[in-house]
Structures are given as structure tokens and as C-alpha cells.
């Protein structure tokens, strides 16, 4: 049945050895300007039609597509090169009782692999065995969702087999049995199967499988069975092609070239009727046309005429759209992007990374945003979480340790105790808030070479409370998976495992319920404020629990991180029953999410609250800063974060997003009528008042209804608003706010900054997406256009390298129009000399090296090395920034100010020359020095050219 599985080879190349010229070609052809070539060779394939040699279309055009075919091919020849070293790799497989060596290609569903510490999962796989105690299994996901924690799985439970007797190899061989699974799909987090031989069955979940891409850590081997393969595996399912994105700027020439092409046209239908009215009243008196003096043409051989004439100038004046621009556009970004990569103002040493360019046709859009949707947490923040304060049935405490008595930024405060004493004095709440922070986590501990044990924690948060937890002599020792050893003030006290009830982003909570030393059981939960409030005992003290509220608001307020602990002492037999149920929903193949989480919510109701607690996460260096002269950019700020409310207005103030001089505006509701009174009543404030800076903030539950209201006045309000702040949105909910700012004006260029997972959605929905490579993985950075290490570089990339782009993309586009309308109208001038016969003044190598050679490298190397303000001036004066996201340098006007510049310029060349060279260069007789008069012609072109733009580069940079 082999066949019935895919194989496990992946590649992510766009073409293959036998259809690469095809399907380049027509993703090239998508391009107007290249349809507009092909359509111009064609024409002039047509016998008797064109009066240039095919040579001088057909060359540039095979030169720009040979061209941009061999740079897609080089690229797919590295994405060829890099599959190939992921299927080449090595792997241990099961065979006749011995391990052997093969590559991940030949890996096989049903294949029993051997996995050692550090390597990296071939496929997907179900855990047969492990060294840890337990079978436990830890793995890091940071090529899947961008979390570089440790994330614990679990081997099959074989019952009175232990993970240990399933080392060796010919134990392996005898087993038997089969594992029921679910068809592919793209979901990290669910996995409904089940191990069955004969009338056993095992049930399975997400704690059992370990995703291809993970990489195994903290474990020495494992052994395991694969059970999806290539494409049929959750990474693969998960990929999806990065987005088509093209600049406004390319839209924008789209729209300018069609524009130039009807002029074209019209031009052409001008010259072929002049063409027809020659020959009837003076081609008579050309006899070497040997036309009939009282010849008369039917209306057919007139509209052949006619017909074929529009066909010969549609030729002749072809070269007024650039066919070198592109190539000359794809130069100058490949080269602007090595130059922005090794601006050593964007380098960060601790990490030893730059900025990294993997999207160089978006440059422009830097230098064009006027909205930016940023991330809060490891993106405005360093994501090293510190746990600061807490507060403890009723009490404000603050956190610091003996070892650091003084705290700068968070000092002792009025009211507030300091938890060593209450710690010392030994407060049973504060004895049971420590204990529940040591007991409620998915810590692992390792053993260190040197003896010293170290954490492994999948979140920052909970690796902060638990090391600070020790300090106060609460020390996790050991943790299994039925487990945990805590060396409580010297002690060591061992609580029993029963079941853990793991945190989703549905339940906002995790639990653990344990068997206490005096054998009860107890169960310890920690969440979000809302959730755990909503779950407390009905007869709890109402002062304490109005007080700790307050707190947590208080300490939102204050920009820190705030999660809330309980606990709940369960009966023995109702828990017994209660564990029935669990066991069975979690082995039931159908439903099995939803029924195990009726039955969490089932058991996690009549909770004591114990406290909460506040952990600071610190604004990155230079953040402030860098928002404040964003904001002087004019550029609208949208934070998107899943912090509460008051944590995330405090970030906001001091980040100076929020400033003293704005009205915050709090969008709170709970209804979609209640989104739209207030949005209502706010922006029928907006219209007395329109100079009032206004700061919006609005949370997920909310954004979800006033999304939904018709002439989304959500919207209108944000637009107005200098910042928006988003609070508890959801990856998709930040997505869907991009897309609706985009949707709203199409000349909105909107940039996406986060680091991680949760931000991709958002980064590839923006116009530019930038990824910060940071804590949280790199997911965010390898889908992004542009990465980085810290945000202030932000300021750099946009004020002076997004400014600089879009200044000599601008001139550089404008100048090919300019150069070529010129030589171009010189045709049409010439025609009044030869009676609009159709007749070219150039020979057609002429009109090819033109663009290709004479005047393509001046433009070029200022579209590389322009700089009009220093980069000093751009990075102190930001309003400067409006000039490029404006447009003030490529828009209809200036566009037509450089094509009426060129027919200026055309009228000088061709008739300058003609006052040079003399009167007979064009006589009458027909004995013309046709020759030397176009050279001449060309040479005068081409240098006067080249010295008005080194005229115009000087007068540009001067008055700039």
C-alpha cells in the first residue's frame, strides 16, 4: 500500500528542467511592456509591412527575457540546491532487526527511525521510546510556529512495558500492531489517533506526535514510527507560497505606459492619414511611384492603405516605450539591495546579523508607507520577561530578590510589601501563590554536564516565574511526566501528576491537578484576569477579590504583563469519576477536542483565587525614539498585541504613540449594537472638532463587532486617529485590519513589522513585510520581505534607504520616457521630409544600441548612487520623508512635465542638426547624405542627452 503514501521528498522550486522557458515566459508576458514588444515583433514579421529589421525588436526583446529567465533560473537553481540538502540528509531506519543508513527521500510511512539529540525530524512521527525518564520527549518548533522553547511530547504508553526495553533494535522487530489515523490537515495543534493491535487500543493526541522540521532537544535518542511523509506532513501542509507583490510605483507605470501607447497610436493614425493625403495630392508628381495622375482609390485599397501605414509608424515609433527600463529597474534594485545590506548602520553585533533584502522589487515601498501595523511583544519589546510584582490575597507586593534589593525602574512602592519578609514569616497565601507557580508549568530540567541542573520552558513567562520562584525557596528539583519534585526551603516534597490540562489560545488558561504529599488533590490553575475571575467561588471574600482586580489593572496600567493563579481542592471520588470521563474523551477518535474541553471546563469551576502576578517585558533600545519621528513622518501607527487594555495604553504612552496632547478613545462593547452607538457618538465628535489628535483603542471582542457594521465607521474613526492600538486580536483579526486599510484606498501603502509566528498572517497581508529576528524563532524573518534585528532600524530602512528608492526609481523611470519620446518624435519630424512614406531616419542597429548601450549607464549609476539630503538631514528632519510617500517625484504631472521636456528636446535635436549640418543634407533632388546626417544625428542625440542629465542631476541634488 505503499503507494497510497506520498513520498518524502519536498521541493519548493517553481519550475522544472522541461518547463521553465514555458512558464517563464508566460509569467513575463504578464508584464505590459513585454506584450507590447511581442506584439511589435510580430508586426514586423509581416512582409512589407515594417521599414526596421526585425533584428532591432527581436534583439532587446530576447536580451530582457533571456535576461530576467536566467536570474528566476539561478534563484530556482538555489531553491533546487537547498531541497536537496534537506533530502539528502541522513537518517537511521529499522531494518532486519539493525540500524541502517538512508536518505530522507527514502523515508517511508510505517519506517521505524532512530532520532539522536540536535537532529531534526524527517517526517512526522509517533514516539515509540526515549532516554528520558517516562518517555518523555521534548522538541523545539521554531521552523514551525517560531517558538524556540522546549515543547514536551510524550512516547506511546506501553502500560508494563517500559520506554527503556524498546532500545534495541530486535526489540523494535517484534512489535506489532497499527496506528489509526486522521487524514492529513493543516493543524499544529490536533492529532485524533489511536495505537490498536488486536483488542488494545491506545489513544493518541498532539502530545504524541512530533512534527517534521522540529528538531529534537534535551533528549539523547528516541525511537519512532513515521506516520505522514512529504507532502502529506503538517510543515508542508502549513507552507503556502509567499504572496505576488508589486510596488505602487510598477502600478502605477503600468498605468502610464497604456497611457503612452494610446499616444503612440494616435500618433500613428496622424502620420498614416498625412501618408495617404501625400500621395493624393503630391505623389502624382512622383514619377517614380508611377501613380495615374486621375488614379482613384476604391475604399477598400484606401483602408488597406491606411491600415498598413498605422502598422509601419505603430513600428517606427515603437521605441516610445523603454524596452530597457525593466532591465535597467531589476540593475539598479539588485544592486541597492547589496548597498542597504551592508549599511553597517543596520548591523547588529551581539547577533552578528544585517539587514537582510529578500524581496528587492519592494525597495520603493519603503519609501512610501503611510501606515504601519507593528507587533508588540519581541518587536517594541525585548521579549526577556522579569518577574516584577505581585499581589497576594489582597497585598501589593513587590518581587525583587535578596540578591537585588534595588530595582530602578520598578521600585517599592506606597502599600507595598516586599515578598522576602511575608516569605520569611511564612504566610500560608503567599506559601500557596509560590506553590502554584512551581507546580503549574511545562518546565523540563536537564542535567548539565558540570552537575548543575538548567530549565527548558516553551515560554519566557513561565521560565521568569519559575527560576524567581526558586528564590523564594520554592526550587523545582525534577519534573516527569507523572511527576514533580520541588525542594521546598531545603525540603524535598514530591507531588503526583494526574492529569495537565494544557493552555490553547481558546482557553486562555492551563491547569495542573496533582496529588499533594498529604494525598489530596488538588487542582492549580493560571490564566488571563478575565478568565480566572469568571471561574472563582461563588462565596469568595469580595473585598480581597475587588482588590487583587485592582491590582491587575494597576499593574496593566504600569505596561507589565499580568497572569492570574488559583487553585481548587477537588474530592477524591468526584475526581475519580470526573478522570473517567477525561480518559475516555481522550481516547474517542471522534469529537475528542470538544469533549475533553466540556469536561476541563467541567472541573475547572468554585476556584480560590491565590494572587497574580506582573512581569515586565522591557521596551527595546531606541524604541520611543524611533515611533516619536515615525509619527513626524506623518505615518499612521497601528499596534496589534494580545495584551489587555491598560497594559497595552501604557505601552503606548511610553512608547509616545500616546501623547498628552491626544483624546484616547476606548472602544469597549459587548454588542454590535454597542460598537455602533459609540462609534457613532465619536465621530459625530470628530466633525466639531477636526484638529483633535485622537489615539483609538480598541480590544478583539469589540473589533469583531464593529467590523461588521455596514460603512465600516471602525475605519473612518482609525483613519482619522494618529494611532491605533488593538488589543487581544487574534494572527487572523491582524491580518483582516491590513486588508481592510489596503481595501479602502489602493494608494494606502501599508508595512507589517513583527517576530513572531502569529505575525506571519499579518506581514504577508501588508504591502511590505519586515520580520524581526528575535527570541520568539524565525518564521517571522524567513516570510517577511525585509528582516532585521531591531526595531529602531526601522527608522533607517524607511527615512533614508525607503526615501532614497523611490527618488532614483522615480527619475530613473522618467528619464527612459524622456530619452526615448525624444529620439523617438525625431522620426515623426522626419516623416515631412519623405512624405510620409514610412521611412526610418536610424538604421536599426542604431535604435538598439541606443537604449541598450549609449544612454543606459548615466541613469543607471545615478539610480545607484544619488543621494539628494544627506542621510544626517533625513534621519533629523522626518517631515522630509513626505516628499517620497507623497509621490512628489513620480506622478502624473511631473510624468507629463518629462514627456513634454522630450518633445522640446526633439524639436532641438532634429532641427538643431539639420541648422548644423547645413540645408542640403535633406534636398529636394533626392541626393541626400542620409548617412553621415543620421550619425551625425546620433552622436548629437546621445551627447546632449548625457549633458542634460548630468545638468539636471546637479540642478536636482542642488535645489533638493
Not at 526610418?840 to 541613469?859: E, K, Q, R, Y
Not at 541648422?915 to 550619425?935: A, C, H
Request: charged share 20%; hydrophobic share 40%.
Amino acid at each position: 500500500m505503499e503507494s497510497d503514501y506520498a513520498t518524502n521528498s519536498v521541493s519548493t522550486t517553481k519550475y522544472t528542467w522541461w518547463n521553465l522557458i514555458f512558464k517563464n515566459l508566460w509569467e513575463q508576458f504578464r508584464r505590459l511592456a513585454n506584450m507590447y514588444f511581442l506584439l511589435v515583433v510580430v508586426i514586423q514579421l509581416i512582409p512589407g509591412l515594417s521599414p526596421l529589421s526585425p533584428v532591432a525588436s527581436i534583439t532587446p526583446l530576447l536580451f530582457v527575457l533571456g535576461t530576467t529567465m536566467l536570474k528566476d533560473g539561478y534563484e530556482d537553481y538555489q531553491r533546487l540546491k537547498a531541497d536537496n540538502v534537506v533530502n539528502k540528509t541522513k537518517t537511521l531506519v529499522l531494518e532486519n532487526k539493525k540500524w541502517v543508513e538512508i536518505l530522507w527521500e527514502d523515508v517511508r510511512v510505517g519506517d521505524i527511525l532512530h532520532i539522536k539529540d540536535d537532529e531534526s525530524f524527517p517526517a512526522d512521527l509517533v514516539p515509540l521510546s526515549s532516554s528520558n525518564k517516562g518517555g518523555a520527549v521534548y522538541m523545539e518548533t521554531a521552523n514551525l510556529d517560531g517558538e524556540t522553547g522546549h515543547k514536551l511530547r510524550l512516547s506511546i504508553p506501553w502500560g508494563n512495558l517500559t520506554s527503556s526495553a524498546l532500545y534495541e533494535p530486535k526489540e523494535l522487530a517484534v512489535l506489532s500492531g497499527s496506528i489509526k489515523c486522521p487524514p492529513p490537515n493543516i493543524n499544529l495543534d490536533s492529532f485524533d489517533a489511536s495505537y490498536q493491535n488486536g483488542r488494545t487500543t491506545i489513544p493518541l493526541s498532539e502530545q504524541n506526535l512530533l512534527l517534521r522540521g522540529a528538531t529534537l532537544k534535551g533528549t539523547d535518542w528516541i525511537n519512532a514510527v513515521v506516520v505522514f511523509t512529504g507532502a502529506d506532513t503538517k510543515l508542508v501542509l502549513n507552507q503556502q507560497d509567499a504572496p505576488s507583490k508589486f510596488s505602487h510605483v510598477e502600478r502605477q507605470l503600468n498605468r502610464y505606459i497604456f497611457a503612452v501607447l494610446v499616444l503612440q497610436l494616435l500618433l500613428c493614425v496622424i502620420s498614416a492619414m498625412f501618408s495617404l493625403f501625400w500621395e493624393t495630392q503630391w505623389g502624382v508628381f512622383m514619377p517614380y511611384l508611377k501613380i495615374a495622375p486621375n488614379a482613384r482609390w476604391s475604399i477598400g485599397t484606401a483602408m488597406y492603405n491606411f491600415i498598413s501605414m498605422v502598422g509601419s509608424y505603430f513600428i517606427l515609433y515603437s521605441n516610445f516605450i523603454p524596452i530597457s527600463l525593466y532591465v535597467s529597474m531589476e540593475f539598479v534594485k539588485l544592486i541597492s539591495a547589496v548597498v542597504f545590506s551592508q549599511d553597517p548602520d543596520l548591523y547588529w553585533a551581539p547577533t552578528q546579523s544585517g539587514l537582510v533584502v529578500r524581496t528587492s522589487n519592494l525597495l520603493e515601498e519603503l519609501g512610501q508607507v503611510n501606515h504601519i501595523f507593528s507587533d508588540k511583544t519581541g518587536t517594541l519589546t525585548e521579549n526577556v520577561m522579569k518577574f516584577r510584582k505581585c499581589t497576594v490575597g489582597g497585598i501589593k507586593y513587590n518581587a525583587v530578590t535578596d540578591e537585588d534589593q534595588t530595582d530602578p525602574y520598578y521600585p517599592l512602592e506606597d502599600k507595598e510589601e516586599r515578598l522576602t519578609e511575608d516569605v520569611a514569616q511564612e504566610r500560608q497565601e503567599v506559601a500557596d501563590f509560590l506553590l502554584s507557580i512551581a507546580l503549574n508549568h511545562s518546565i523540563e530540567v536537564k542535567l548539565r554536564p558540570n552537575g548543575e541542573k538548567e530549565f527548558n520552558a516553551s515560554s519566557p513567562d513561565e521560565e521568569a516565574l519559575v527560576l524567581h520562584s526558586s528564590h523564594f525557596g520554592y526550587k523545582l528539583d525534577d519534573r516527569t511526566q507523572n511527576k514533580v519534585v520541588l525542594n521546598v526551603h531545603g525540603k524535598l516534597d514530591t507531588y503526583e501528576i494526574l492529569n495537565v490540562i494544557h493552555f490553547t489560545s481558546s482557553r486562555k488558561r492551563m491547569s495542573v491537578i496533582v496529588r499533594t504529599p498529604d494525598n489530596k488533590v488538588v487542582l492549580f490553575c493560571k490564566g488571563a484576569d478575565d478568565v480566572i475571575f469568571a471561574r472563582m467561588r461563588s462565596k469568595y471574600d469580595l473585598k480581597i477579590f475587588d482588590t487583587t482586580r485592582s491590582h491587575v489593572n494597576l499593574y496593566a496600567e504600569k505596561g507589565l504583563r499580568t497572569l492570574c493563579y488559583a487553585k481548587t481542592v477537588l474530592d477524591t471520588k468526584e475526581y475519580e469519576e470526573w478522570a473517567e470521563e477525561y480518559a475516555v474523551a481522550q481516547s474517542s477518535t471522534h469529537g475528542r477536542d470538544q469533549l475533553t474541553a466540556e469536561l476541563a471546563e467541567k472541573v475547572e469551576q468554585n476556584l480560590i483565587l491565590l494572587g497574580a502576578t506582573a512581569i515586565e517585558d522591557r521596551l527595546q533600545v531606541n524604541v520611543p525614539e524611533t515611533l516619536r519621528d515615525l509619527l513626524r513622518a506623518d505615518i499612521k501607527l497601528w499596534i496589534l498585541t494580545g495584551d489587555k487594555q491598560e497594559t497595552a495604553i501604557s505601552i503606548g504612552r511610553s512608547c509616545n504613540v500616546i501623547t498628552d496632547d491626544m483624546r484616547v478613545v476606548k472602544i469597549n462593547t459587548k454588542s454590535r449594537r454597542g460598537a455602533k452607538r459609540i462609534l457613532d457618538k465619536q465621530l459625530e465628535l470628530i466633525e466639531y472638532n477636526k484638529q483633535q489628535r485622537l489615539a483609538v483603542v480598541i480590544d478583539g471582542s469589540s473589533m469583531t463587532y464593529a467590523l461588521s457594521l455596514p460603512g465600516n465607521p471602525f475605519l473612518k474613526l482609525a483613519l482619522h486617529a494618529t494611532t491605533v492600538i488593538c488589543c487581544r486580536v487574534s494572527p487572523m483579526q491582524k491580518a483582516q485590519v491590513v486588508r481592510m486599510v489596503k481595501k479602502d484606498d489602493p494608494y494606502n501603502v501599508t508595512l507589517s513589522i513583527g517576530d513572531g509566528a502569529n505575525d506571519v498572517s499579518m506581514i504577508q497581508e501588508a504591502d511590505v513585510g519586515i520580520g524581526i529576528r528575535g527570541r520568539e524563532g524565525s518564521q517571522a524573518s524567513r516570510s517577511a520581505d525585509f528582516s532585521f534585528a531591531k526595531f529602531y532600524f526601522l527608522k533607517r530602512l524607511l527615512l533614508v534607504h525607503g526615501r532614497f528608492a523611490v527618488v532614483r526609481i522615480s527619475v530613473l523611470i522618467q528619464y527612459s520616457f524622456y530619452k526615448n519620446i525624444a529620439f523617438t518624435l525625431v522620426q515623426f519630424f522626419y516623416a515631412f521630409y519623405n512624405g510620409f512614406s514610412g521611412q526610418t531616419l536610424f538604421d536599426s542597429w542604431v535604435i538598439t544600441v541606443f537604449n541598450m548601450v549609449f544612454t543606459a549607464l548615466p541613469v543607471i549609476i545615478f539610480a545607484v548612487l544619488e543621494k539628494d539630503v544627506p542621510d544626517i538631514f533625513l534621519l533629523t528632519y522626518p517631515e522630509l520623508y513626505n516628499r517620497s510617500r507623497n509621490g512628489d517625484d513620480f506622478n502624473l504631472i511631473t510624468f507629463s512635465l518629462w514627456c513634454i521636456n522630450a518633445v522640446w528636446h526633439s524639436l532641438v535635436f532634429f532641427f538643431g542638426t539639420i541648422m548644423v549640418w547645413g540645408p542640403g543634407v535633406l534636398s529636394s533632388n533626392g541626393i541626400n547624405s542620409f548617412f553621415y546626417f543620421s550619425l551625425f544625428s546620433l552622436l548629437f542625440f546621445s551627447t546632449l542627452l548625457s549633458l542634460l542629465f548630468s545638468l539636471y542631476s546637479s540642478l536636482y541634488s542642488s535645489l533638493s
